[in-house]
């Protein structure tokens, strides 16, 4: 089970940036017309660490731009020891709360060894002062099971004159545990596969519930049997560590909306007997990063004691291949009757969504959103920093709206009913792979014959799940918790309604 990672905690003080009390004292720049040109982004500043700033802009002919992080002693008249400066990479004025988000992050990011930070950061409005405190607590974000290093500052003030303001303390409260939620997907995402299994995440699951209004049932695996979940018992017969399906339900008295969500958990994927080659597999661990989203998100939507009743559903499995595995060309059947011909057991995250989803819809929410790391497809089609969502369109076009409101980058794809004939087969209702070209889309068409007329969102993760490459903003290397922000932003809009 994993250890989770300690939080950061997040505070507001209504001392000036030279009085602040802090290791570090981070204020963001702004950009100009090339090196050299940048400007302080907040306004306000004492004089002593304008002219600080100023003079680090001209000497080392700072830019302003997104994820420059520059370090310089702080001059006398400052109480920090250390005065950090962070490109928005905006104009000046023009900074979007993602823009201080990432600002934040990246020079949170930068600060392992400092136990405490203060940020001046623009405070015109709570959203600004949230996104601060959310970037900082997502860039503070370390993960160190395995192995000791130094750590983040696990002391994190926000400088500001509105700390009586009970819209800016609620910004903070509410950043804090969003922050929470996307760190506690991340250390899953992170998890060693010998460690993280379908039964251990179930115990997780339960674990991080504990005293919380979230309930948790699961099924094991005589239970899926019994319930006819098909592509959960396929996927997972050929693993030692039998298949799970977890039910994580809040449900508050004055909800009148009901969402389920519905994550992809395959806890290592080789790809079964379509085996993947050795590179292939470097990453996948973070196979079941959906359900790993899907739990905190309803955990923090419990925390934020939103008005809505949202059951999230976690399918989880291990796809290995053995003397037991389901081979290509046998015939599954999903929960609810329909039959699967299994061409390719590589395409297995699309059987345990079937079975989740169906599951889900049984309870006839107003909304079903499931979230994957689905196809190889959407990374060509997308890259690595941009989700994919389908669906019916007005679920679809929500979530869209919700990411943009979160600051995520999800971008609306096409199910295109030509594709659906790719996916007949001769000996069943379906076969689990169809046309090669529009990969993402025919999984998701794949996935639409299992929701009947419950409105329904489909997000494709695959590639922003885990950053392979270098860390950027508030986004560390491996898993990343996509998703979760905008789940998030999309149940706080339907409880508003």
């Known amino acids: 089970m994993p250890t989770p990672t300690k939080p950061s905690d997040v505070t507001l003080s209504q ?6 009390q802090a290791d570090v004292l981070v204020v963001p720049l702004a950009t100009g017309d090339g090196p050299g040109g940048a400007t302080p982004a907040v306004a306000g500043l004492d004089d002593v660490v304008e002219r600080a700033v100023i003079a ?19 001059p006398d008249g400052i109480g920090a020891q250390l005065l950090v400066l962070t490109g928005t990479g905006a104009v000046p004025g023009a900074a979007t709360e993602e823009a201080l988000r990432r600002a934040a992050g990246a020079a949170l990011r930068a600060l392992t060894g400092h136990p ?3 940020l001046a950061f623009p405070d015109d409005s709570p959203d600004q002062v949230g996104a601060a405190a959310e970037g900082a607590l997502l860039g503070a974000y370390g993960y160190r099971r395995y192995r000791a290093g130094a750590a983040a500052p696990s002391d994190v003030t926000i400088l500001t004159s509105h700390t009586r303001a009970k819209a800016y303390r609620r910004a903070v409260e509410d950043a804090a545990v969003v922050a929470r939620a996307v760190s506690g997907t991340r250390d899953l995402v992170n998890a060693a596969p010998a460690d993280l299994y379908p039964a251990s995440f179930a115990d997780a699951a339960k674990a991080a519930a504990k005293g919380t209004k979230v309930k948790v049932s699961v099924l094991d695996d005589a239970d899926l049997v019994a319930g006819g979940y098909g592509g959960l ?19 508050p008295a004055r909800a009148r909306t009901h969402v389920a969500l519905v994550g992809k958990g395959i806890t290592f994927d080789s790809g079964g007997l379509s085996i993947k080659p050795a590179k292939g597999m470097e990453t996948m661990k973070s196979d079941m990063a959906g359900a790993a989203a899907v739990l905190h998100t309803v955990l923090a939507a419990a925390a934020l004691e939103l008005p809505v009743r949202v059951t999230g559903w976690l399918a989880l499995a291990e796809n290995m291949p053995s003397g037991t595995a389901q081979r290509p060309s046998d015939v599954i059947t999903i929960r609810g009757g329909t039959t699967v011909e299994v061409l390719n057991t590589d395409a297995e995250g699309r059987l345990v969504l079937a079975d989740a989803l ?3 819809c049984e309870e006839s929410p107003d909304a079903v959103i499931d979230i994957a790391t689905l196809t190889g497809a959407q990374v060509v089609a997308l890259g690595t920093r941009v989700s994919a969502v389908m669906g019916t369109d007005d679920v679809r076009d929500a979530v ?5 409101d979160a600051g995520e980058q999800f971008w609306p794809m096409p199910l295109p009913s030509e594709l659906r004939a790719s996916l007949d087969s001769p000996v069943a209702d379906l076969a689990n792979i169809g046309d090669r070209f529009g990969g993402m889309l025919v999984a ?13 969102g489909h997000l494709d993760v695959a590639g922003p799940a885990f950053n392979e490459g270098s860390p950027h903003g508030y986004t560390p290397k491996g898993g990343t918790g996509v998703g979760v ?5 999309y149940l706080e809009r339907v409880s508003a309604r």
Not at 400 to 404: G, I, M, P, Q
Not at 444 to 456: A, R
């Open 233 to 251: 018992v396929g996927v997972g017969q050929g693993s030692a560590r039998p298949p799970r399906l977890v039910k994580v339900v809040y449900s």
């Open 358 to 360: 169906v599951a889900a």
């Open 116 to 118: 405490s930070a203060a």
């Open 56 to 74: 680090a802009i001209r000497t080392l002919r700072l830019a302003g731009t997104a994820d420059e992080v520059t370090k310089v002693p702080a």
């Open 15 to 20: 001392r000036t940036a030279a009085e602040a």
């Open 400 to 404: 869209v709206s919700a990411a943009d």
């Open 485 to 489: 922000r905008t789940l998030l932003s």
């Open 444 to 456: 998701g068409i794949f996935l639409s014959e299992f929701v009947g007329d419950v409105p329904w």
